[in-house]
């Protein structure tokens, strides 16, 4: 084996004059729950973005390079278990046995953890670190709490849960506002609970000086009511004036509404919330307008005077462009029929996640060959 590798390399560096080793082996593992009902970091999104990705760079680079990758299933753990294992410990285990006993390549190929949507990522971090392995989380992160050396988890999501919480928190440093009511949604989308994750761990960085106060709310419980946020915002003007809500925008704007009742935004209180401002890209998160065309239009209109929204730039793209990019999301959308029997239509497709991921392999595979054919030594010192 070692005498066809080194007469690959020879071979391949007198036809094309650059030493290059023959069929580097990169095997992918890619753990996460299945159900898209669960989120945008399901696997039922990213996996056909990752099986044609690796087709893709498979047919780039042949000869050079072979990758492979593997959908880890949550659910099927879990059930294998008997729920005897919680979700974000099932990861790690699957994660675990993958390496030990399921690759193929253990002693000369490649491993790679792919991770997509919620996982204990400090634990998978750790396994990394001790294998010497690359770690992407593609959609969803909140920073690692590994301590010991080793390299960065790779964060390739489309949103920067850290940028966006920096973001919120340098807000917060500037109006030197220092006692910070923050309220979360489990009702939302996970990212909303990932941003308070987020900003609750930076309040305690030496760089930044406020105090926070987080409160978990299930909105569409609260919403059963008539009204629905009066003992929240009770609590809230008890502690602070500074409220920074992560959830869906219809349920920002309910509490704007009570808080009107209130006369909670009569310019003392100050309310901050995340969201998109393109609603039909990003349906999940909500409209942040208060013109619902409702009979609570009028005062909505007034109460979110009081609100910032904190909004990122969406990307910019042509007729071309949008073109190429929906018969991409379509062909995974045929894909994914294939791989777990599910469907699900364009509009519930999370478009930038999906990229992300596809992406991710795509420049992971340009980095290697380009790596492999100028300077041939262990993969892991190539980072």
Avoid at 110 to 126: C, F, K, N, P, Y
Wanted: charged residues 20%; proline residues 4%.
């Amino acid at each position: 084996m070692i005498f066809l590798r080194q007469y690959c390399a020879i071979f391949v560096w007198s036809v094309f004059g650059i030493p290059i080793e023959c069929l580097v082996q990169v095997e992918i593992a890619c753990p996460g729950f299945v159900d898209t009902r669960r989120g945008d970091g399901a696997l039922g999104f990213s996996a056909p973005a990752f099986e044609a990705a690796v087709e893709e760079s498979n047919h780039r680079y042949s000869g050079i390079l072979n990758f492979s990758a593997v959908f880890l299933s949550e659910e099927e753990r879990t059930q294998a278990l008997d729920g005897a294992v919680l979700p974000g410990d099932a990861c790690v285990e699957l994660v675990a046995h993958w390496y030990y006993t399921q690759r193929r390549f253990p002693s000369d190929g490649v491993s790679i953890i792919m991770g997509t949507g919620q996982a204990d990522w400090t634990r998978l971090h750790e396994l990394a670190a001790n294998w010497n392995t690359l770690y992407f989380q593609t959609v969803s992160y909140v920073r690692s709490g590994y301590r010991l050396p080793a390299a960065p988890v790779l964060s390739t999501g489309p949103v920067s849960l850290l940028a966006v919480g920096q973001t919120f928190a340098n807000l917060l440093r500037f109006y030197r506002w220092r006692t910070v009511y923050l309220v979360s949604d489990l009702d939302s989308p996970g990212v909303f609970n990932g941003l308070a994750r987020q900003l609750d761990d930076l309040s305690g960085a030496d760089s930044f000086n406020f105090t926070v106060f987080r409160r978990v709310i299930k909105a569409r419980s609260l919403e059963r009511s008539r009204e629905p946020y009066g003992v929240l915002l009770d609590d809230f003007h008890k502690i602070s004036r500074v409220m920074v809500f992560f959830g869906r925008a219809n349920f920002v704007r309910r509490m704007l509404i009570d808080a009107w009742t209130r006369n909670m935004t009569n310019g003392e209180y100050v309310y901050l919330s995340w969201g998109s401002a393109d609603a039909r890209r990003h349906d999940k998160f909500g409209n942040f307008s208060w013109s619902y065309d409702d009979h609570h239009d009028e005062i909505a209109r007034r109460a979110f005077g009081s609100l910032l929204v904190i909004q990122q730039l969406e990307p910019v793209r042509n007729e071309r462009s949008l073109s190429a990019l929906a018969s991409l999301l379509a062909q995974f959308r045929q894909r994914v029929r294939k791989l777990f029997n599910i469907s699900y239509t364009e509009r519930e497709q999370p478009r930038e996640e999906v990229v992300a991921s596809y992406a991710s392999i795509i420049l992971l595979a340009q980095h290697r060959h380009q790596y492999t054919v100028t300077m041939p030594r262990n993969w892991p010192n190539a980072f």
